[in-house]
Nanobody, 120 residues
Framework: QVELVESGGGLVQAGGSLRLSCAASGRTFRWYTMAWFRQAPGKERDFVASISGSGDSTNYADSVKGRFSISRDNAKNTVYLQMNSLKPEDTAVYYC?????????????WGQGTQVTVSS
């Protein structure tokens, strides 16, 4: 069992940057694959990025490649999402997810979400 709490969302102008954080409870954080998803109003929740337990493997949605970077600090039980060159279409609620490992891309543990709004 793991509990996830996101932070770092907010309002930013297009072209700006934000860094999201997701703090996890528990002593086995390093065993969990971590991911970020996002959900825009009226749309389905979409995959953004994931990172392996050791941090040596990452994956990104095509829409964020080259602009977003996922990382983790296992000593702090925290995963990050650095978002650069933000666009209005990045506006969404961003969710942190965890599993060990995810089966067919499905994660069982989710945070409450943090709002990111990018103004044009």
């Amino acid at each position: 069992q793991v509990e996830l709490v996101e932070s770092g969302g907010g309002l930013v102008q297009a072209g700006g940057s934000l860094r999201l954080s997701c703090a996890a409870s528990g002593r086995t954080f390093r065993w969990y694959t971590m991911a970020w998803f996002r959900q825009a109003p009226g749309k389905e929740r979409d995959f953004v990025a994931s990172i392996s337990g050791s941090g040596d493997s990452t994956n990104y949605a095509d829409s964020v490649k080259g602009r977003f970077s996922i990382s983790r600090d296992n000593a702090k039980n925290t995963v990050y999402l650095q978002m650069n060159s933000l666009k209005p279409e990045d506006t969404a609620v961003y969710y942190c997810a965890a599993d060990r490992p995810p089966i067919l891309g499905k994660y069982n543990y989710w945070g409450q979400g943090t709002q990111v709004t990018v103004s044009s």
